[in-house]
């Protein structure tokens, strides 16, 4: 099979199928978690607080520190340069790792969270999403990003 060029379109599906099947993917987590299908309490941190306490810390200060790197990917010169001079390849390229950098958080945050039933790790998923709104691959925000 022959490598077609990446096209704006073709780019933007990948992008968009990327962004729902992950938010599916954690929305079925939560789903199988909530139900009670999965138990996934399995660490009482009861006994050494202090491990839960610096875990949540790192999980916090990753994830807030990913969030603006997330919304900023597109601004830096080497990200932009690129993004305007290949346009849809870059646009694919980097738009997947945006994407990726607030949803593997995502996905990390909702599962220590019903590892731990600590409240902050749910807060930091609820944070994530609404920054992936920001984000989110629409038509028009990926014709916008290759063509400032």
């Known amino acids: ?11 933007q599906k990948v992008l968009m199928i990327l962004a729902v099947s992950d938010l ?14 999965v138990d996934l309490s399995v660490v009482d941190f ?3 607080p202090t491990v839960l306490f610096l875990t949540e810390c790192i999980d916090q200060i990753v994830s807030i520190a990913l969030i603006p790197l997330a919304l900023y990917l ?21 738009g997947i790792i945006r994407l990726q ?3 593997l958080p995502l996905y990390v945050n909702i599962i220590v969270y019903y590892i731990t039933m600590v409240p ?5 998923a609820v944070i994530l999403l609404i920054a992936l709104v920001f984000v989110f691959p629409s038509k028009g925000r990926c014709e916008r990003e290759i063509s400032e």
């Open 1 to 11: 099979m022959e490598n077609q060029p990446i096209t704006l379109e073709s780019a």
């Open 24 to 37: 599916l993917m954690a929305a079925l987590i939560v789903l199988v978690c909530e139900t009670g299908a």
């Open 46 to 48: 009861s006994e050494n």
């Open 74 to 94: 597109f601004k830096f010169k080497k990200v932009h340069a690129e993004l305007m001079a290949k346009k849809a390849e870059a646009l694919q390229r980097w």
């Open 101 to 103: 950098l607030l949803l």
């Open 120 to 124: 902050g790790y749910a807060y930091m």
